[in-house]
């Protein structure tokens, strides 16, 4: 069955970096797009950016532009995100979650997410 | 580019609920809608304004009407109880837009 699976919780200081992973299977990771969303306490889903592990992006959204890179590792089908200069505002559940393109089409499988905590 | 929800919807089990998602691009480019639960990855209900995943009950259906996408949840159950967002992709700025999030309880 198509499953993400995610890397364990986070817990980093401000200004420190973490870099997430989202390891696929049961499908061609090559011929479906990448996403990162987040979603921080108490708050709504917000769309971090894509990936395309066949080709093209990444595209990221233009609030994380310069602290987020995205990659991929088509040797083990998995997909990183990596988020830089860690604020405290960024404590959130990080999730992936595949699409047949980088537009228009729904998020048909995610990830479970990944908690990462930003405390000093 | 906004995405407008209801922060909370109340409904009793076995009637129907409305979840909203007001928008300005809404009617020209697809809608797709999201459960959240609690400790669960989302799962979506409705892509592309009305169509259903396989698996997904048929009491979840959803509509366009303007500049208006609503999701519909007919006989609710407790197990329907969760976080519902709309989705959307905004031409505009190339980026994925999500509403706010609307809360269903089921009494």
């Known amino acids: 069955q198509i499953q993400l699976v995610h890397s364990g919780a986070e817990v980093k200081k401000p200004g420190a970096s973490v870099k997430v992973s989202c390891k696929a299977s049961?499908?061609?990771?090559?011929?479906?797009?990448i996403h990162w969303v987040r979603q921080a306490p108490g708050q709504g889903l917000e769309w971090m950016g894509w990936?395309?592990?066949?080709?093209?992006?990444?595209k990221y959204a233009q609030k994380f532009q310069g602290r987020v890179t995205m990659t991929k590792d088509t040797s083990i089908n998995t997909a990183y995100m990596e988020l830089s200069r860690l604020r405290s505002d960024d404590t959130a559940v990080y999730y992936c979650?595949?699409?047949?393109?980088?537009?228009?089409?729904?998020?048909?499988?995610w990830g479970q997410g990944t908690l990462v905590s930003v405390s000093s | 580019f906004v995405l407008t929800q209801p922060p909370s919807v109340s409904v009793a089990p076995r009637q129907t609920a409305s979840i909203t998602c007001g928008g300005d691009n809404i009617g020209s480019d697809p809608v797709h809608w999201y459960q959240l639960k609690p400790g669960q990855a989302p799962v979506v209900v409705v892509f592309d304004n009305s169509d259903r995943p396989s698996g997904i009950p048929e009491r979840f259906s959803g509509s366009i009407s303007g500049n208006t996408a609503t999701l519909t949840i007919s006989r609710v159950e407790a197990g329907d109880e969760a976080d519902y967002y709309c989705q959307l992709w905004d031409t505009n700025s190339d980026h994925w837009v999500f509403g706010g999030g609307t809360k269903v309880t089921v009494l």
């Open positions: 979650a595949r699409s047949y393109s980088s537009s228009w089409h729904h998020f048909d499988y």
């Open positions: 049961g499908y061609s990771f090559i011929d479906y797009h």
């Open positions: 990936i395309s592990p066949g080709s093209g992006g990444p």
